[in-house]
Nanobody, 123 residues
Framework: VQLQASGGGLVQAGGSLRLSCAGS????????MGWFRQAPGKEREFVAA????????WYADSVKGRFTISRDNARNTIYLQMNSLKPEDTAVYYC?????????????????WGQGTQVTVSS
């Protein structure tokens, strides 16, 4: 699975952004997908994940109620709609894919990673 993330940018606090992650490969539609982020000097942290069908989703407490993860298997794409953005959401955001049932919120569970897209939220 190859992944390409896009949609990052600079936004004011309270604003919105939508990230996209386009995948290739026959296993994409059966892969569990996740979004992670990494701020300077910090470890990569879990943001959200979605099951292969798009029905089951998981969120970090810090983004619950503000972010929504979704997927379109016909387009081999997942999305992260981010609303009510805060300066502490500033980070490089990565999409990732895994094909097993390992923990959805651990970076080490994911075998495939996109290149990352920068999100900057100004106060």
């Amino acid at each position: 699975v190859q992944l390409q993330a896009s949609g990052g940018g600079l936004v004011q606090a309270g604003g919105s952004l939508r990230l996209s992650c386009a995948g290739s490969g026959r296993t994409f539609s059966r892969a569990r997908m996740g979004w992670f982020r990494q701020a300077p000097g910090k470890e990569r942290e879990f943001v959200a994940a979605v099951g292969w069908s798009g029905v089951t989703t998981w969120y970090a407490d810090s983004v619950k109620g503000r972010f929504t993860i979704s997927r379109d298997n016909a387009r081999n794409t997942i999305y992260l709609q981010m609303n009510s953005l805060k300066p502490e959401d500033t980070a490089v955001y990565y999409c990732a894919a895994k094909t097993d049932s390992a923990k959805h919120n651990s970076p080490s569970s994911y075998a495939y990673w996109g290149q990352g897209t920068q999100v900057t939220v100004s106060s």
